[in-house]
């Protein structure tokens, strides 16, 4: 089972920005959903972003005009540009394909931590 790898993610000030990076090794994701979760402490893990096949993007509103999600299917990377971020931005942040069946059985990364203090 192919277990997708995030990358990216530091402690930052408010109002600052990060670059979060998933691939999955060995996987190929170009017809895969992709998305993006995170996590917060004593939280449930919510889903933030995500993106289809043909690259429309959609967003959680708590995000929404301060992330962007991309991916380059060149890479199979999917990434994640945070800005503007706010201490209610930390978590773990996890990605995961979705869509087709195929793209269902990636397995779940470690995940990368970012921390947002204010």
């Known amino acids: 089972q192919v277990r997708l790898v995030e990358s990216g993610g530091g402690s930052v000030q408010a109002g600052g920005s990060l670059r979060l990076s998933c691939t999955a090794p060995?996987?190929?994701?170009?017809?895969?959903?992709m998305n993006w979760y995170r996590q917060a402490a004593g939280k449930q893990r919510e889903w933030v972003s995500s993106i289809t096949t043909s690259g429309v993007p959609n967003y959680a509103p708590s995000v929404k005009g301060r992330f962007t999600i991309a991916h380059d299917k060149a890479s199979d990377t999917v990434f994640l540009e945070m800005s503007s971020l706010k201490p209610e931005d930390t978590a773990m942040y996890y990605c995961k394909t979705g869509g087709l069946y195929v793209c269902t059985t990636t397995s779940w990364g470690q995940g990368t931590q970012v921390t947002v203090s204010s």
């Open positions: 060995g996987f190929t994701s170009s017809k895969c959903i």
